[in-house]
């Protein structure tokens, strides 16, 4: 394995909870990321329409073991 990591940031989206956003960001980033060992959840933030959350985001910091 190798001793060095590499950690980016991406922001998740989610109509349905932060929990699912999170998820979200950690699935679509690994179809080109590899190796991902961690998460650490950054920010939450939400679009509110007519007094009700309708978009959930998150930013995750991901971590992965380069190559």
Not at 15 to 44: C, F, L, P, Y
């Amino acid at each position: 394995m190798s001793e060095v990591a590499k950690v980016i940031e991406v922001v998740g989206k989610s109509e349905q909870s932060w929990e699912d956003a999170v998820n979200t960001a950690i699935r679509v980033a690994s179809k080109t990321v590899h190796n991902i060992k961690g998460v650490e959840v950054e920010k939450m933030t939400a679009k509110v329409k007519d007094g009700k959350i309708v978009t959930y985001k998150a930013t995750v910091r991901l971590v992965f073991v380069v190559d």
